[in-house]
């Protein structure tokens, strides 16, 4: 098989736009999975590339919610084969005891395999006319009309759900939902403040409302989000304006919540989201923060109440088990991500970008197809 030629958005330069170019993607080796690309989910981590808070080497075409239909498969794939609709998700070993104990996010190789920009040998799948491209991120870089996926992080789902909706199931709308199903196992009649609605936090919100939390507390500044937390099955919300967050969680809850999870990777947050738990609670940490974030708190708040700080990646998914039980929970109506996304096209990525920065997109989907 020949190299296939790809539209792929490039990022060339710190806090640069990205830029639409003609790229070759080499054929698919033993364990990898050429992918036609329909749509692809734009994601904080995306961005963190581009601002250089994650080092990724320049020039990159990141992307890591990518959906899609297979094209060619390597000869040792037996995953998937040509014609499936996938969703790729982030890339682990397989091999390393981590992996070997079904805890993926937790995978030794997870850096390199994810944010290095090349294969694990240092090789490139992306080709440009002049000089070196980087790719692999997540093991996919699905920005672009066609990705080299590898076959771990490749996850077949059904056909008779819009491909192009899935993408977020994949990194976003998992690592939220995940950290409330998987992670911290919210159970029914339990309490959970979501600290931030972004697609992260509200999947977080859903995910509650499956799991049967019967209270369920989104905080955000902006109101349309609150508003939107409210349909999607928070019991409360709370406009972070409004005086002392931790006093207003106490009203609510009695004696604190039995979970709180921090999105916004703000340190004041994470103090509050640990403040606000209950005699034994746990705080979940999700957002990722500027490089050299502290957090400064009183650890008797740990020793003397018996709580809880945990980070929590990926929500600990193991996605071919999970993506495809969200995707049951959207058939039935009890995980309606979709009311998150915003489409745009690829030659409008720029504005996708712009958007979710501004609040205006909670989270942007790119239809590159
Ligand atoms: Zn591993
Ligand atoms: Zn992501």
Redesign the pocket.
């Known amino acids: 098989m020949e190299m296939t030629s790809v539209q792929a958005a490039v990022l060339r330069e710190e806090n640069g736009a990205f830029q639409i170019e003609e790229l070759q993607l080499a054929a698919p080796r033993e364990l990898e999975v050429l992918v036609r690309i329909v749509a692809t989910?734009m994601?904080?981590?995306?961005a963190a590339v581009r601002s250089r808070d994650i080092g990724t080497p320049l020039p990159v075409v990141v992307g890591?919610?990518g959906a899609g239909v297979v094209v060619a498969v390597g000869s040792a794939v037996r995953k998937v084969a040509p014609g499936d609709h996938v969703v790729l998700t982030?890339n682990s070993c397989g091999q390393c005891a981590a992996c070997l104990s079904g805890e993926l996010a937790k995978c030794e190789l997870s850096f390199p395999l994810n944010l290095s920009g090349a294969r694990l040998d240092g090789s490139h799948a992306l080709q440009c006319a002049h000089g070196e491209i980087h790719d692999q991120f997540?093991g996919q870089s699905a920005f672009a009309t066609y990705a080299l996926a590898q076959e771990r992080n490749t996850v077949k789902v059904p056909h008779d759900v819009p491909l192009e909706l899935l993408g977020p199931l994949?990194?976003?709308i998992m690592?939220g939902s995940g950290a409330v199903l998987n992670s911290l196992r919210v159970g029914p009649g339990q309490s959970l403040v979501v600290f931030g609605s972004g697609a992260v936090g509200l999947a977080a919100v859903m995910a509650a409302r499956v799991a049967g939390a019967t209270t369920i507390i989104a905080v955000d500044i902006v109101t349309s989000r609150l508003d939107l937390a409210l349909e999607l099955g928070a019991t409360h919300v709370i406009d972070s304006h409004d005086g002392d967050l931790v006093a207003r969680i106490m009203d609510i809850t009695g004696n604190g919540a039995d979970f709180t999870l921090d999105t916004t990777g703000r340190a004041d947050v994470m103090q509050m989201a640990v403040a606000g738990l209950r005699i034994g609670g746990t705080c979940g940490i999700l957002g990722v923060s500027p490089p050299g974030t502290s957090l400064a708190i009183d650890t008797n708040l740990f020793i003397g109440m018996s709580r809880q700080l945990r980070g929590i990646l990926a929500g600990d998914s193991v996605p071919d088990v999970f993506i495809p039980q969200l995707i049951a929970l959207y058939r039935q109506g009890r995980f309606p991500f979709d009311r998150l996304i915003r489409f745009y096209t690829l030659a409008d990525i720029n504005q996708a970008l712009a958007d979710s920065e501004a609040g205006i997109a909670i989270k942007p989907v790119v239809r590159v197809g």
Do not use: K, L, N, S
């Not at 994601?43 to 995306?46: G, L, N």
């Open positions: 989910g994601c904080h981590t995306d890591h919610e982030f997540f994949g990194c976003g690592t």
